[in-house]
């Protein structure tokens, strides 16, 4: 039986990982022209659409002791993915959101939580087709955002009809 610290502890490590991009993230853009500016609103919806997408994969390696093919695909996808962090940072010379904790939260505990399920007797075994969902997520939860943010905007111009 493989331990719920390796399961929920992925929604845990998001969690401190996404905290640092939250509050980094939209200085970060108006600072740096090259990507789209992220309003803090937009950055916490974002965030929030793939918080559920996280929070999903652990409550399915939780149900299954980690033998869910989409906890282990996301759980390899967060993995992953600090090297985009510490990449992106090379490209920028300088720091991105996500940099610290990349390397001090994100890859440490994906590897652990690998090391605990291969120890647990679970292979873990994400297809490469799965992978493909990580920037699929990450690229519909930043539209998700930007389209839920400008909908607001708009709206809020909308004045209601005099009686």
């Known amino acids: 039986m493989v331990s719920k610290k390796v399961t929920w502890g992925l929604l845990a490590a998001w969690v401190v990982h996404d905290i640092e991009e939250l ?37 399915a390696g939780a149900r299954t002791d980690g033998r869910s093919p989409f906890f282990q695909a996301v759980l390899t996808g967060f993995g992953v993915h600090s090297i985009t962090h510490v990449l992106a940072s090379a490209v ?3 720091y991105t959101p996500g940099l610290i904790t990349a ?9 652990w939580a690998a090391h605990r399920l291969r120890r647990g007797g679970i292979r873990l075994d994400p297809s490469p087709r799965a992978l493909i969902w990580f920037p699929i997520t990450i690229g519909a939860a ?3 955002a930007h389209l839920t943010t400008r909908v607001r905007d708009y709206t809020s111009r909308v004045r209601e009809p005099a009686r």
């Open 23 to 59: 509050v980094t993230m939209p200085g970060w853009t108006r600072r740096n022209r090259v990507v789209p500016t992220t309003s803090p609103a937009e950055a916490t919806i974002a965030i929030g659409v793939v918080g559920a997408v996280i929070a999903a994969a652990s409550a």
């Open 142 to 144: 930043h539209g998700i």
């Open 103 to 111: 390397p001090t939260v994100v890859a440490p505990f994906s590897l």
């Open 92 to 94: 920028f010379r300088g």
